[in-house]
């Protein structure tokens, strides 16, 4: 099956009814076909498909007991209204690299995955990388457990309403069968497209991560309160929505506030409370951590101004990465002196990277948009991700 076929098959799944992008929260029922999808699929195969206590998903080319074994794959889930290729492309990359693998009569002598990790995005329960990082116990099961979504249902439900048992959430035996992880991903930059090739391999991901703030003020009459009598939190918000961008902008990072939910969220009236999503990242730690301070800084000091009070509180802090040097190399060297391209981007990989050697490949995005419908990639290039893709397991687990 070429390229095409299989990704015209996955594409309709989870697809806004408006056509507007793709809506594929982990454990939602759009999810939840993918993840049907990725067992068909690999059923077809004659893969044999294990699935984590997290909802992780491997299809398994030969024996996992076997142990060191070489696992690629990527997410299926979304960010809200998100491209069709940021997650899917690296899935769908793995089975055709398998196929590729078969039909070149390569005989892997370590055992090979496809992975598909749940909630990547943390666009419903808030925590990126949800599933890798329980597997590899980064996360507390417990603290997961209770995570909620925007309509207060928990993590722990969204599951057992799967089927899934949450009690098995938690570090998982796979861990120490896998020997090395390659994850395929569309390009979330135009750095491709300006270099004029295809395929890169990963250096490294900016330390990142989000963290939620809380505004409050006093709800009151939008008639008939005074300005000067207002205690307004969405002024503070929005101060420190220009603060954050300002300050990334001094430092050198990336700093973006792009969900915002005001109580009562009401036309006529000054909103009560607001809690705003900061998203910041910076090319290194000291210099992320200096960011974030200095929007709470500037947030406090507005708050004063406003007559609001406001809290800061971490969500999901994801450290520096720098993939494995040798595997790195290897790569480069497989897939003839490809370009070697750093990420600003989260990834399954960067979770993994600190529990077992780890690398990326990237594929060119012609309109370097991510996380929005124009993410694209033409057929051409995600066939060269394929064959990349291939040639790096082959060099890995077939010889
Ligand atoms: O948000 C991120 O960095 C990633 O695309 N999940
Ligand atoms: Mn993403
Ligand atoms: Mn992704």
Redesign the pocket.
Known sequence: MGFRQLWESLLPIGRARSGDGWLRYGWSPAELACRDWFAAQAKERGLTVHTDGNGNLFAWWGDPDAGDAVVTGSHFDSVPHGGAY?GPLGIVSGLLAIDELRARGATPVRPVAVAAFAE??GSRFGV?CLGSRLLTGELDPVRARALTDRDGVTLAEAMASAGADPTRLGPDPVLPRIGAFVELHIE?GRALADLDAPVAVASGIWP?GRWRLRFTGEGNHAGTTRMADRRDPMLTAAYTVLAANKEARLRGGHATIGRLQPEPNATNAVPASVSAWLDARAPDQAGLEALVEAVRVRAVERAGRDGTEVTMTAESVSPAVTFDPALRDRLVEVLDGAPVLPTA???DAGVLAGHVPTAMLFVRNPTGV??APAEAATDEDCRAGVRALADVLEALACR
């Open positions: 940021d990547e995005e990126a979330q990142h981007a989260g990834h991510s996380h």
